[in-house]
């Protein structure tokens, strides 16, 4: 048997974990930056760290799901990131996804 | 870049992946075996493969979320899993997790 606050941590965090795409790519139909996404999605219920973030932001990029430009007008240059067409279309299917999920497990819980 | 279809696969996989532990915990408050569990998330709408659901049970005994027991009554003996109170207790607390976690990610992609 395994410590109790670790498996329900482990659990909450596999839970949050699946919607960590989904949520980001939610946000960036208009560019972001990386510390104006953050308050974004905290505003709005979820919190992410900026050590998770920076590099799933990478990532997306390298997959093609995002676009990226600097902004260097600003004292401190600022790496914007935008969905790329590809994105767009990978953000849609995602969101008819979570959706029939999202009803399947409202479901199963009340059921 | 990576391939798409790879890409969006293993992104609604992760999607998934995150609401497996709650879905089965949902369905164990009356004691079931591996296909009638199968079957009765099939019915709701959540598809879980045999290899990974028994890993899944068993991994969930050995942290004590499940008690499990043998019917020998049956031409083919079964093993029955139930929750245990940590594992209710568990459950309760991932779903509350869910519903939070549920109404932010509709307020971000309605966005």
């Known amino acids: 048997m395994g410590n109790e606050p670790d498996i329900l941590n482990n659990m909450l965090q596999e839970l949050r974990r699946g919607t960590l795409v989904l949520s980001v790519l939610s946000q960036l139909a208009k560019a972001q930056y990386g510390y104006s996404l953050i308050q974004s999605l905290?505003?709005?219920?979820?919190?992410?760290?900026a050590n998770t973030l920076y590099p799933l932001l990478r990532r997306l990029e390298a997959q093609g799901l995002l676009e990226s430009k600097w902004d260097t007008e600003e004292t401190r240059p600022r790496k914007y990131y935008l969905l790329s067409p590809l994105g767009e279309d990978i953000y849609r299917r995602l969101c008819a996804e979570w959706k029939s999920m999202a009803q399947s497990v409202d479901r199963l819980i009340e059921g």
């Open 42 to 49: 905290e505003e709005k219920g979820i919190s992410i760290e």
